[in-house]
């Protein structure tokens, strides 16, 4: 694996974990100020709709676990995808969460941020 494949590796780990942690300073730090992020309910939202979801806590991740993971890079954009198995609570509802992924992370003013997140459900 190479160094960026790593270095995009646990980039991701600490998304996952903010996103459960509820943690929207770090999420802000990650997420590109352009971000789209397409739900596999083929909802859209921007960095501040999906901020302000999780930190208003209408979207709470429960647990975010990965598998099947494979990382490419081209040119100072990498993509990693795979599946995820996320609980979540969404709007008071509990969710149990299988989708397919792709994250696109990209090298903006010199570090590594989310651009674009697209899931398909599995189930």
Do not use: P
Request: net charge negative.
């Amino acid at each position: 694996m190479t160094d960026t494949a790593s270095l995009i590796r646990e980039l991701d780990a600490k998304r996952r974990e903010a996103m459960v942690a509820a943690d929207v300073d770090l999420l802000g730090e990650l997420f590109s100020d352009d971000l789209t992020w397409i739900h596999a309910t083929a909802r859209v939202d921007t960095k501040k709709d999906l901020l302000s979801s999780i930190g208003g806590g209408t979207t709470r991740y429960l647990s975010i676990r990965v598998e099947d993971e494979t990382v490419r890079t081209f040119n100072g954009t990498a993509l990693l995808s795979g599946i995820a198995i996320m609980e979540a609570e969404i709007k008071g509802e509990r969710r149990d969460l299988h989708n397919r992924f792709t994250i696109v992370w990209s090298q903006v003013d010199g570090s590594w941020c989310v651009v674009n997140w697209q899931s398909t459900s599995l189930r």
